[in-house]
C-alpha cells in the first residue's frame, strides 16, 4: 500500500464511509493515477479536466459513474492532500434521469425459476422479497433472521443506517433449505462465501450479481436485469399492492421520501388510475380530412 493510498484510507475511515465506498473512491483515483502514468499528488486541474473529458469521450461512462469519479477526486484533493477544489473549474456533470427497468410479476417468477444452483434461486428470492441491496444481503448474519417476529435486521446497511426488512413465511421455507444444504453450519455469515461455502468471509456481492445475470440470461430477459432491478420491483409491486409510499421508504432505508417517489412513475396501478384528458374531449368521428 502506498502511502497516499494509506492516508486516503485513513480520512475515509475516519469518517465512518461505507466499504463499498472507500472501495470505489480508491480505485477512481488510483485509475486517475494510471491514466497519466503520475502519482495523482502531481496532478492538477487541468488534468482533472482531461481526465473527465476522457471518460465521457474515450470511456463512455454515464454522467452519473463520472460524477462518482469526480467525487471520489475531490474528497482526495480536499481531505487527504488539504488542497483547494474549485467547482467553477471542475463542475460535476449534470445527472442523467432514467426510469429503472421494472419486470412484471410473471417475469419475476421466471427469473428465479431459472436460478441455477439453490443458492442463486435462494439469493434472487431474497433479493424480491426484501428489497435488499446486493451487498446488504451477502453481509447477513445467521443471527439477522428473527422467525419469531418474521423480519430480517439490516446492519450497517447503507448510510451506516440499521433497519428491520420483511420476512415472508416463504423466504423463511428457502433459507432453512439453505441451511440444510450446508454440510459446515455457519456461526456468523448466512451466506459463506468459497465453492463449498465454508469461509469465515460471506459472500460477494458480485456473486449475486453474477447469479442475476446469469438467470437473465437463461429467462431471456432484458441485459438491463441485475439485482438492483428486484429492489425496483420490490417496491412498485408492494405499491401496485396498495402499501403507502412511508412504509415502503422504511423498508427500503431511504432517508428522503422524495427518493421513494420514483415507484409513482412505476406503479401500473397509480398511472391507470389518471384519467386521460384526451377521453374527456367529445370530438367528432371524423377529420375534415376524411370527409
Known sequence: ??????????????????????????????????????????????????????????????????????????????????????????????????????????????????????????????????????????????????????????QGGKGRKDRDVLLSAKLLDELRQHWQRLRRKPSVWLFPGKRNHASDHPITPKVIYLACKRAARRAGLPDGVHPHTLRHCFATHLLEAGADLRTIQML??????????????????HLNATASLLDSLKLKDESPQDQ
Open 1 to 154: 500500500m502506498t502511502h497516499l493510498r494509506k492516508m486516503m484510507l485513513e480520512e475515509l475511515q475516519r469518517r465512518n464511509y461505507a466499504e463499498t465506498i472507500i472501495d470505489c473512491y480508491l480505485r477512481a483515483v488510483e485509475d486517475f493515477s494510471r491514466h497519466f502514468h503520475t502519482s495523482p499528488d502531481r496532478l492538477g486541474p487541468r488534468h482533472i479536466r482531461e481526465y473527465q473529458a476522457a471518460l465521457f469521450h474515450d470511456r463512455k461512462f454515464s454522467p452519473n459513474t463520472v460524477a462518482q469519479h469526480l467525487a471520489a477526486l475531490r474528497f482526495f484533493y480536499t481531505k487527504t492532500l488539504k488542497r483547494t477544489w474549485s467547482i467553477t473549474e471542475t463542475p460535476y456533470p449534470k445527472k442523467a434521469f432514467h426510469l429503472p427497468t421494472i419486470l412484471s410479476q410473471e417475469e419475476v417468477t421466471r427469473l428465479i425459476n431459472a436460478a441455477r444452483p439453490p443458492l442463486h434461486r435462494t439469493l434472487l428470492m431474497a433479493l424480491y422479497a426484501t428489497g435488499l441491496r446486493r451487498a446488504e444481503l451477502a453481509r447477513l448474519k445467521v443471527s439477522d433472521v428473527d422467525s419469531q417476529r418474521m423480519v430480517i435486521h439490516v
Open 252 to 269: 427500503l432505508g431511504h432517508s428522503d421520501l422524495e427518493e421513494t417517489t420514483i415507484y409513482l412513475h412505476l406503479s401500473q396501478r
